[in-house]
């Protein structure tokens, strides 16, 4: 190895590693993050796919599958036709699939990783080698969950939220899915430490912590939010492994008969211990799927509006106090579990105070854009059309966390309708801006701006195709989770003769994946080749070369100024990125 | 407003006030929607990169969107307090005492046993040990004097109109949920709890009890059926079912 005084050499004082260290077992965290990347938007497809299947059974419920049925086992879909067992299977692991093996993931793991050390100027994470564990760790749990599907008896059939008693005495895929889930805990965990760790740490001279990207302080509070919410899930996920493995009652009580015969345990557990621990977890855990979306939406709009971010410092520490109150709001998942006068009270009035600095950070950003000279390619479509989406998603929150308009709402498609609103269009479509937005950073090449404007309009017209009709569906009164989608039930005929519209909606919002699909791989090798600053920004991931090589800068840059200078008065261009010295 | 957005009828006493407090939530949520969403579009086209001159640094002025929060919280605030923990009390906390029919409905998978008291208004005795599926699905005690008269329905529920009617709501074995859409009632049953609840049936006629949490892979077709009764009715219904009762008993004596 030689050392070199030069700053243009910097990079060589990192040895070459051989392809395994470089691209397979890399502590790199532009690398480990683009592991991240792919794996998570493989998961999310493979999610997607499975809900296509659901909605095959809800558009048709018992016809067989054309030309797929037949790919199919007897004991999922005999004859082409879907099994309620299976369907079971399908939605609880795309639940699980979604959240914690694709946008979480690709939230934190990806963005994060990728993004966070070169927004504060650091070399690379604190800890290089937690931080490759942490990405093996979420690999294996997302092995042992695609690997449940071949379990007697198929994958997991009790909810992404495994409520015992069912999931105590379920199939064998809820035991794969116990220890997935402690892999993808495990994973977090080692993730969260070292991104508190690197943010405080690793920041460059002159970054304080009001001068942080919005990004990083997302980043930041999610960190702090996996650290503190994950450990009763694991918990909790090794006392159901004790249930079902060592015959424990933790969550199981006395006298229970299933199917005619008296369970052979020893009872005296409780079903409601779990929801706590889980929904402990659970709530805190939303705020991880939206709080890094709204960081990418915070950066791409002060970019492409040409103009800093309209308080920025109220929207802080409306992060942080959401981070706080996430805690303290989850029992509103539980309003209907036999629930007195005053902790209902106490939980709705907590949930009505966390509305409070989601509409503040909402309106940081609708208020940003007043002023601004607007560019409106696609990373800002993408990051727009997050706003009136997440909006719907949040608003609709408002019924079910008020415990008496919740009685009729309660565990229907209401509630999917709701939390896909802020996932589906909310969180997916800030993620998808933030691959068009830092695609240059990662490749040196742009991707295809038509090609990007056609899945934007494609994907968000089908979105709202699919889940606003949920919306009807569940004020009707239709419940969530069922194999037929509700055709046993008088009630719900009226509105279900909207579950084939929304099938033939999601099958397209498939077709509209292609574009980006092919743009993606296709601008790796063959994009337009950019500059390191393609769309003029100030922050400083964008000093380093694209793609940065290991150690990221080619001097240690100083931040001398707030992260989003835009169109300041006086200044020569429209931007005056945070680490241009001031001139003297 | 009695009926919001495609809701099903009402038919039960409460009902109006659990729609009034829904259609005030989704009013704040469209006119915030339209509000935002104006001014959204209007930013968008007034501030479009075509347009002449540069981004305005110091962007807003003025204090409108603080006061706009305000203004939402003090609505949410009015929902909460006003509407919201008052009605979820009178859920919860203030259960009629006197006149009043109670019934026990115990779930599994994936049917509604009903258990009402008979004449004497008391529940005999049941045990998990007793449970047989085809004979005694919820293991009532037949050699408990209180149970003599007891009656036992599946997934069939008998109510009396316009008299207020409390359920105790137990499982089996896992968790389901009791709802009728049109009773604007749900509630979660979870296994080792005994959980009540109440309402008072204002229309007669026919409607379905649907299971809301996941049960299992019969969960879509837990469904289960409630006739509302005039007081009348009602009554030769219970007659019915006690000479039923005595029918069997006898039949039972004679093998004995």
């Not at chain 1, 960190?223 to 060592?246: N, W």
Request: charge should be negative; hydrophobic fraction near 50%; include cysteine.
């Amino acid at each position: 190895m030689s050392q070199s005084d030069h700053h243009d050499e910097h990079a060589n004082e990192h040895p070459k590693l051989g392809f395994w260290q470089a691209y397979v077992f890399s502590t790199d965290h532009k690398v480990i993050g683009i592991q991240y990347g792919l794996t998570a938007l493989v998961f999310l497809f493979f999610g997607f796919c499975l809900m296509m299947l659901m909605r095959w059974q809800l558009a048709y419920p018992g016809q067989a599958l054309p030309i797929f049925g037949s790919l199919f086992s007897d004991a999922t879909m005999p004859g082409g036709v879907m099994l309620p067992e299976f369907y079971n299977s399908l939605g609880a692991m795309h639940g699980t699939i979604m959240v914690f093996l694709g946008v979480v993931p690709l939230a934190v793991g990806a963005f994060g990783n990728f993004v966070v050390p070169l927004q504060i100027g650091a070399p690379d994470m604190a800890f290089p080698k937690l931080n490759m564990a942490s990405y093996w760790s979420f690999f294996a749990g997302g092995v042992v969950m695609l690997y449940s599907f071949m379990a007697p008896g198929g994958a997991a059939n009790s909810g992404w939220t495994s409520y015992p008693p069912l999931s105590d005495i379920a199939t064998a895929g809820q035991t794969y899915w116990l220890i997935g889930m402690i892999f993808l805990i495990t994973s977090s965990l080692l993730g969260s430490v070292n991104f508190i760790v690197t943010i405080i740490q690793l920041r460059v001279e002159g970054l304080t912590y009001m001068r942080m990207p919005f990004f990083v302080w997302a980043q930041l509070v999610t960190a702090f939010l996996l650290l503190l919410a994950f450990p009763p899930l694991e918990a909790a996920g090794v006392m159901q492994l004790m249930d079902r493995l060592a015959d424990t009652s933790f969550f199981l009580p006395t006298g229970l008969v299933v199917t005619g015969d008296a369970l052979q345990v020893s009872g005296g557990g409780s079903p409601l211990l779990w929801q706590h621990l889980f929904w402990f977890l659970a709530h805190p855990e939303v705020y991880v799927l939206i709080l890094p979306a709204m960081g990418i939406v915070a950066e791409i709009i002060a970019n492409n509006s040409r103009k800093p971010l309209f308080g920025y410092k109220s929207a802080v520490y409306s992060l942080i106090f959401l981070g706080f109150m996430s805690f303290i709001v989850w029992a509103h998942h539980m309003f209907l579990t036999g629930m007195g006068t005053t902790i209902s009270a106490f939980f709705q009035t907590t949930t009505m105070i966390i509305s409070i600095p989601s509409v503040v950070i909402l309106t940081v950003f609708f208020i940003s854009l007043w002023g601004g000279r607007i560019r409106f390619n696609t990373c800002m479509l993408f990051a727009l059309g997050f706003l009136p989406m997440f909006g719907i998603g949040g608003l609709t929150g408002l019924p079910l966390g008020l415990s008496a308009a919740d009685i009729p709402l309660h565990d229907t498609y209401y509630v999917i309708g709701h939390f896909h609103y802020v996932v589906a269009p909310g969180t997916l479509l800030a993620l998808f801006a933030g691959i068009y937005y830092w695609f240059p950073k990662a490749t040196g090449r742009i991707m295809n701006e038509f090609w990007g404007k056609v899945h934007f309009w494609g994907s968000i017209v089908c979105m709202n195709m699919i889940f606003f009709p949920m919306l009807i569906q569940g004020l009707a009164g239709v419940s969530r989770r069922l194999y037929d989608g509700g055709a046993s039930y008088e009630f719900a005929e009226p509105v279900l003769h909207y579950n084939a519209a929304m099938s033939h909606a999601a099958w397209l919002l498939a077709v509209f994946q292609l574009p980006f699909i092919i743009n993606f791989f296709y601008s790796i090798w063959k994009g337009k080749q950019v500059d390191r600053n393609p769309w003029q920004s100030t922050t400083m991931e964008w000093e380093a070369p694209s793609p940065p090589p290991h150690g990221n800068f080619d001097t240690p840059p100083v931040a001398y100024r707030g992260p989003y200078e835009y169109s300041v008065p006086g200044a020569e261009k429209d931007y005056t990125p945070q680490c241009e010295a001031a001139e003297v | 407003m009695d009926k919001f957005w495609g809701m099903p009828d009402i038919a039960s006493a409460h009902g109006a006030e659990i729609d009034q407090l829904i259609g005030y939530v989704h009013y704040l949520m469209f006119a915030l929607f339209i509000f935002w969403g104006g001014f959204f579009i209007l930013t968008l086209i007034k501030f479009r990169g075509s347009r002449p001159g540069p981004a305005n640094y110091a962007g807003a002025k003025g204090k409108f969107s603080t006061y706009l929060e305000v203004v939402v919280a003090v609505i949410e605030a009015v929902l909460l307090i006003g509407f919201s923990i008052p009605l979820w009390a009178k859920r919860v906390n203030e259960f009629p005492t006197q006149d009043t029919n109670v019934v026990r409905l115990v779930a599994e998978q994936f049917a509604w046993n009903i258990h009402y008291p008979g004449p004497d208004g008391v529940f005999g005795k049941t045990s998990f040990e007793l449970v047989n599926n085809e004979t005694n699905p919820i293991g009532l005690d037949r050699d408990d004097p209180a149970a003599a008269d007891d009656v036992t329905t599946i997934n069939q529920l008998h109510l009396e109109n316009d008299k207020p009617v409390i359920i105790h709501l137990s499982s089996k074995d896992v968790i389901h949920s009791f709802g009728i859409p049109e009773m604007r009632i749900k509630q979660d049953i979870i296994p080792g709890m005994s959980i009540p609840v109440w309402f008072t049936p204002i229309t007669e006629g026919n409607y379905e009890i649907a299971c809301a949490q996941l049960c299992g892979l019969g969960h879509y077709r837990m469904k289960g059926y409630v006739t509302v009764h005039d007081s009348a009715g009602y009554q030769a219904w219970l007659d019915e079912e006690a000479a039923l009762l005595a029918e069997e008993e006898e039949g039972d004596d004679f093998w004995e």
